[in-house]
C-alpha cells in the first residue's frame, strides 16, 4: 500500500491544504493528515477542531485520515508505515525550507525508506497561508472563502 502522510499544524486547514490532498489522492493508496504540535506555536484554533474541520472536509473520501501526533514527522511516518511525506510549496521560500526537511528526514530516517513529495500549489491558492487566515480572523474579517466547505 502507497500510504503518505501529509504533516503540518494546520492552523487552520486551508482551501490551499486541500487542493492538495486532493490532486494527491490519485498518486497513493491512503493519505493521513497528520496534524502535529508545534511547541514553537501557539494555535489560535485548538486540536480538536482542526482535527474535525478535516475530517468533515474529506468525510466521502475514505482514503484520506486525519490524525495527531507529537515528535518527529519522521517518527510518526515510521509508525504509521508510512514512505511518503507529502508537502505542498507556494514560493521559492517555501520550497528552500521544504528541501531542508526533506533531507533531515532521510538523514534521520536511518535505514527507514522515507521520500518527500512536493506538490505546487495551484495559482488560484498561491497567496492562501495560514498565517493570513489567522490574520484577517484576529481582525474580524470573514475567512470563510479561505477554508473547505
Known amino acids: 500500500?502507497?500510504?503518505?502522510?501529509?504533516?503540518?499544524?494546520?492552523?487552520?486547514?486551508t482551501i490551499g491544504h486541500q487542493d492538495i490532498v486532493l490532486r494527491a489522492l490519485p498518486l497513493f493508496?491512503?493519505?493521513?493528515?497528520?496534524i502535529g504540535?508545534?511547541?514553537l506555536k501557539s494555535p489560535t484554533f485548538s486540536e480538536d477542531k482542526r482535527l474535525q474541520d478535516i475530517k468533515?472536509?474529506?468525510a466521502n473520501e475514505p482514503r484520506v485520515k486525519v490524525a495527531?501526533?507529537?515528535?518527529?514527522?519522521?517518527?510518526?511516518?515510521?509508525?504509521?508505515?508510512?514512505?511518503?511525506?507529502?508537502?505542498g510549496v507556494r514560493c521559492v521560500v517555501d520550497?528552500?525550507?521544504?528541501?531542508?526537511?526533506?533531507e533531515a528526514n532521510?538523514?534521520?530516517?536511518?535505514?527507514?525508506?522515507?521520500?518527500?513529495?512536493?506538490?505546487?500549489?495551484s495559482p488560484q491558492y498561491a497567496h492562501i497561508s495560514s498565517t493570513l487566515i489567522?490574520?484577517?480572523?484576529?481582525?474580524q474579517q470573514d475567512i470563510s472563502k479561505y477554508l473547505p466547505k
Do not use: C
Not at 495527531?68 to 507529502?86: C, M, N, P, S, W
Not at 489567522?134 to 481582525?139: C, P
Open 106 to 121: 532521510r538523514e534521520l530516517a536511518g535505514e527507514y525508506p522515507i521520500e518527500t513529495v512536493i506538490l505546487y500549489t
Open 29 to 34: 493508496d491512503e493519505i493521513i493528515i497528520a
Open 68 to 87: 495527531l501526533y507529537e515528535g518527529l514527522t519522521i517518527d510518526f511516518a515510521k509508525q504509521v508505515d508510512a514512505h511518503i511525506i507529502l508537502r
Open 1 to 13: 500500500m502507497k500510504r503518505a502522510i501529509f504533516p503540518g499544524t494546520f492552523d487552520p486547514f
Open 134 to 139: 489567522r490574520d484577517l480572523q484576529k481582525h
Open 37 to 39: 504540535t508545534n511547541h
Open 56 to 58: 468533515h472536509a474529506f
Open 95 to 102: 520550497f528552500e525550507y521544504e528541501r531542508s526537511m526533506a
